[in-house]
Structures are given as structure tokens and as C-alpha cells.
């Protein structure tokens, strides 16, 4: 056992020697720690960043205002009419046709998916969602409500254009 112990600690002996006179030999190198280089590095990457995330020119959207607020939808269930009456709060924010508005920095909502619209609408009540300007609304709100104006803007047209066509087209 004596013997393995010193052949042991002899080759641990030989190995850190051949390891130190190579570890002396390596080419050192500074780049990594070249300031100039980091802060330039950084800078580029926080232009990307900034081009990325900073805010864009967004062009207003039109509003709605020569004509009168008509339901586009077909009411035909009585799901649709409460919603029909719910989406009257909307209005303010989302537009007429549910097209949204960029003044009041509310999205474009008409025809989207019902779920969709119930989910955003049940997680902003609860919290998981937070949007200061929709909590007043949202209070008076049951899930039967948040249904029923969700059906209502998933019937409404994607788009403005198919929107006004439809408020002529009733007319």
C-alpha cells in the first residue's frame, strides 16, 4: 500500500511539473479586456436594441366619424345583441368597427378570435394582465359580459375598408 501511496504521488509530482512548463509556454493574449473594443461592441448592440424595441412612427388611424354606429354584425342570437351593447364601452378606445386607435394606444381587435378577445379580457381582470385604462370597465364585467362581447367582436370585419363597406351595404 506504501508503495502505490509514493508511485501515486510521484506521477501527481511528474504531471504538475509537465503541466506548469507548458502553462509558461501559452501566448497570452489580451482581446477579450480591450475596453475600446467592449464599449464599441456595446454600443452597436444597444443601436440594435434601441432599433428593435424603441418606439416607431405609427400612423394614425382614421376614425370612423361619418358614420353612425350601426351594428355591422348580424344580431341574431341574443349572445350577439349583449354584446352588441357591451362593445358601446369600447368605443372610446377601440373604434367603431373595433379597428383600434392609436391616440388612446388601444389595438386593432375587430374580428379576432373570441377566445382570444375572452382570455385577454378574463386576465386583465385577474390581474395577470394589467391595463390601467380598461379596469373601470372590465369590474362591472361577468364572464357571461366578457362572452358576449367577445362573440360580438370576433363578428366584426378585419379590416376597415370590408367595415365601411358593410355600414354602406346596410344602409
Known amino acids: 500500500m506504501t508503495r502505490l501511496t509514493v508511485f501515486l504521488s510521484v506521477l501527481t509530482?511528474?504531471?504538475l511539473i509537465l503541466v506548469l512548463n507548458t502553462y509558461?509556454?501559452?501566448?497570452?493574449?489580451?482581446?477579450k479586456f480591450d475596453l475600446v473594443k467592449t464599449e464599441?461592441?456595446?454600443?452597436?448592440?444597444?443601436?440594435?436594441v434601441l432599433e428593435v424595441t424603441g418606439p416607431k412612427e405609427v400612423e394614425a388611424v382614421a376614425e370612423v366619424a361619418d358614420v353612425?354606429?350601426?351594428?355591422?354584425?348580424?344580431?341574431n342570437t341574443p349572445q350577439l345583441v349583449a354584446g352588441h351593447k357591451i362593445f358601446g364601452q369600447c368605443i372610446a378606445c377601440h373604434g367603431k368597427g373595433g379597428e383600434g386607435k392609436a391616440s388612446q394606444k388601444a389595438p386593432h381587435i375587430g374580428g379576432q378570435y373570441d377566445w382570444y378577445i375572452e382570455k385577454q379580457l378574463t386576465d386583465m381582470k385577474a390581474g395577470a394582465r394589467i391595463n390601467a385604462a380598461m379596469m373601470p370597465i372590465l369590474k362591472?364585467?361577468?364572464?357571461?359580459?366578457?362572452?358576449?362581447?367577445?362573440?360580438?367582436?370576433?363578428?366584426?370585419p378585419w379590416n376597415k375598408e370590408a367595415y365601411l363597406a358593410a355600414l354602406k351595404a346596410k344602409k
Open 68 to 75: 353612425e354606429y350601426a351594428p355591422v354584425v348580424d344580431l
Open 24 to 31: 509558461k509556454t501559452l501566448p497570452v493574449s489580451n482581446e
Open 13 to 15: 509530482g511528474f504531471v
Open 40 to 48: 464599441k461592441a456595446y454600443k452597436e448592440h444597444a443601436e440594435k
Open 140 to 156: 362591472g364585467l361577468s364572464p357571461q359580459d366578457m362572452k358576449d362581447a367577445a362573440a360580438y367582436v370576433s363578428q366584426l
